[in-house]
């Protein structure tokens, strides 16, 4: 049973810098890519960033690009994204999801971190 576990979340202030962490289990994740979406209220799931886990290809939303760092520790089985110069308009809800490279659509989701920044 594959679980996706989100962590790091927290308030802080315009500029400042978060470490969002999932932890991923329940399988081998060779293969897969591994990302992060940001919710907020009323809006669907946005895309910020994916890793292919098996090369460490990276990929990011054009709002994102340069402030934000995704990662991977393959021994930890867990992904990371850095956060820096964080913007208010970076709130919401952060979701780790998984899914094979093959697939259109991420059929693993973790139950979301909340980042708050404020102005």
């Known amino acids: 049973q594959v679980q996706l576990v989100e962590s790091g979340g927290g308030l802080v202030q315009a500029g400042g810098s978060l470490r969002l962490s999932c932890a991923a289990s329940?399988?081998?994740?060779?293969?897969?890519?591994m990302a992060w979406f940001r919710q907020v209220p009323g809006k669907e799931r946005d895309f910020v960033a994916r890793?292919?886990?098996?090369?460490?290809?990276?990929s990011y939303a054009d709002s994102v690009k340069g402030r934000f760092t995704i990662s991977s520790d393959n021994r930890k089985s867990t992904v990371y994204l850095q956060m820096n110069s964080l913007k208010p308009e970076d709130t919401g809800v952060y979701y780790c999801?998984?899914?094979?490279?093959?697939?259109?659509?991420?059929?693993?989701w973790g139950q979301g971190t909340q980042v708050t920044v404020s102005s």
């Open positions: 890793i292919n886990w098996s090369t460490g290809g990276t």
């Open positions: 999801a998984a899914k094979m490279t093959t697939r259109v659509q991420y059929n693993y």
């Open positions: 329940g399988r081998s994740f060779s293969g897969y890519y």
